[in-house]
């Protein structure tokens, strides 16, 4: 399919890109190029429309105020809601995820609105987690062992119709045996930074949504190595 | 020192032991060590040994060990200046510091950022110097919205005197509460985290060195010094040209924010100007090697704003560049500021990827489409280049294994 064209959309580079988020564009960027997939990325600041024709949107994490003031925005304006209704990917981390859910804690531990596209809650646990992550993805995804690091204080439950993505095997996740989630084409994750670096399959599975078939086969490279280091150096012998 | 209290004493002699004893056990510097013990035998040390004397303290993301030294070379005029010049940037390296030079009636602080309202309560420093805030290992750091609204609160009402760079929206924020601030226009290179109001969220419009928020009146005060290029403005409106022995634009920036802060000790930049050439290194960071007929110099950069004043004073292109990335716990132990750090600059160069890190490093590498070779340590990344120059970027514990490697004397 050279001819395909995908639309990333970033959303609040300004508010949400604590640390190395845009690694996560990189990446779906390169993987798609890789297949001669052409991609095109558009930064969308907080004072900016979210446009509603997006392929994949990525939110990335953020301190409380910034993840507060993201939320009210993204509520105002509408577009991400839009899009979702129509099928787009979205994948979201960290303060990302939480606030695409119902309710998330704020920087007194206040319950602060989502924006309610995940049935998800996320609140203040009583110790931050700060660690290398591993998890066994739900076997429905068809995808292996996603490796990160997270760097959080969230504990978030999930409602009816949403799924976690995986079963933690090292580190705290959702804080409950499970990391992230996901329902629809929107997956969420505490997997800080850019998760999609070390987890390949995961990079893509969101191309294969977008794309809406099958991926051809790519060699994963220096990344593929780092994912099998990273799970070594983690991992009891 | 023979005015503080029996108990002050013995904790000053008895934290000088230890440091020493650390010292012969070939544990750094001795500095931490000793002012853990005397704080322990006394938690007012601090406070006592600050008294009755002038003093500085200094604080940023980035810079500070570097303006630290700057600032006490241009003060050596006016008599002794305490300074911790190891970098021990917390209370404990405080103590050691004050503890080691009784005598001194001036003291240059290095200052944590999350330390500064702690520090600057305890010891009532007369100028508080704040640099740049931008995204460091958030593992250990902590958040810098957060951070500045810390610094916020302890400025106001205290009785001290500040000095900020308000080139930088989140330091001014974080200054603009003090009851004195002199306004220093020192450049600000990394601007990912300054494009949201720190006061009300909202856009920052920004032109040149210039911001203002589009929705509430924070805007960037009028400066007093300027820094343009290699020159400086003075407040009285004459035109200097720095005279540095440091590389590069953030050492010029840390230079003007140096004269803006001895001026407030009546030391003219005239005056302070040769003081601070004398610094040509800092704890080994801009100096150069020899071994085996090559030039190798060591650049420290410990997160993204940093690798940024890093590429800035780098041999021009194709000059051979090795980088060196660990993540213990000094470092961080999570290396996704990889990818905010944007080396496609290296293109064209011939690279070299080594530390404990290296496969993170390459995948990053490769994902910017720099050519680059994978070595196993840096001493095979400094035989492969041909005799001549090597610029060698490296992060904390990465820069600190390869100083000891070619010498401690460095
Ligand atoms: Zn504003």
Known sequence: MPSDRIKIVWIYPDLLSTYGDQGNCIVLERRAALRGISTRTLHVRSDEAVPVDGDIYLLGGGEDRPQ????????????????????????????????????????????????????????????????????????????????????????????PGVRPLAKTVIGLGNGNGFEGCYQGHIVGTYMHGPALVRNPA???????????????????????????????????A | MSDLPMR???????????????????????????????????????????????????????????????????????GEVATNAFGANMPTGHVSALAAAPAAKYGVLECDE???????????????????????????????????????????????????????????????????????????????????????????????????CRQCSFARPRPEWILHGNRVTTPDGRVLDLQLNLPGRANRSNGVMALAVVAQFGVPPEVAMPLLGKVASVAGRYTTVQYQGRDIRLLLAKNPAGWLEAFDVLDPAPGPVALSINAQGPDGR??????????????????????????????????????????????QAVLSVPPGKLDVIANYTAFQDIRTRYGRAL
């Open chain 1, 68 to 159: 507060i003031l993201a939320a009210q925005r993204l509520r105002a304006d509408g577009g991400l809601a839009r899009a979702v209704e129509f099928g787009s990917a979205v994948f979201a981390v960290c303060a990302g995820y939480q606030l695409l859910g119902t309710e998330f804690g704020g920087e007194e531990g206040q319950p602060v609105q989502g924006l309610g596209l995940l049935n998800i809650r996320s609140g203040r646990g009583e110790k931050r987690a700060v660690g290398e992550i591993v998890g066994d993805v739900d076997p429905a995804l068809g995808i292996p062992r996603i490796t990160g690091f997270e760097n959080h204080q969230g504990i978030t439950h999930l409602g």
């Open chain 2, 8 to 78: 002050a004493q013995l904790a000053v002699a008895l934290g000088r032991t230890a440091s020493k004893m650390s010292r012969l056990a070939g544990r750094g510097d001795g500095s931490v060590i000793g002012g853990k013990i005397g704080l322990k035998l006394d938690p007012d040390l601090l406070t006592r040994l600050a008294a009755n004397r002038k003093l500085v303290l200094v604080s940023a993301t980035n810079g500070k060990t570097t303006t630290t030294r700057l600032i006490a070379s241009a003060m050596s005029g006016l």
């Open chain 2, 114 to 212: 999350k330390y500064v309202p702690m520090v600057l309560r305890e010891t009532g420093a007369n100028v508080v110097l704040l640099m740049n805030l931008s995204r460091d290992q958030m593992d250990r750091a902590g958040e810098i919205w957060q951070l500045a609204g810390k610094w916020r609160k302890a400025l106001d009402g205290a009785d001290t005197h500040v000095v900020a760079n308000c080139d930088d929206p989140l330091v001014t924020w974080g200054a603009q509460t003090a009851k004195s601030v002199t306004w220093v226009s020192a450049g600000q290179h990394w601007r990912e985290d300054s494009w949201c109001c720190p006061e009300c969220g909202g856009p920052l419009d920004r032109e040149g060195t210039n911001w203002a």
């Open chain 1, 202 to 236: 995961l990079a893509d599975l969101l191309l294969s949504w977008a794309v809406k078939g099958p991926l051809q086969p790519i060699n994963d490279s220096w990344a593929g190595k780092l994912r099998e280091e990273r799970l070594r150096a983690v991992l009891p």
């Open chain 2, 334 to 379: 999570d290396t996704s500021w990889l990818w905010d750090v944007d080396y496609r600059i290296l293109k064209g160069r011939p690279v070299w990827a080594t530390g404990e890190r290296r496969i993170d490093l390459a995948a990053r590498l490769e994902a910017a489409e720099v050519d680059f070779r994978v070595v196993d340590d840096i001493e």
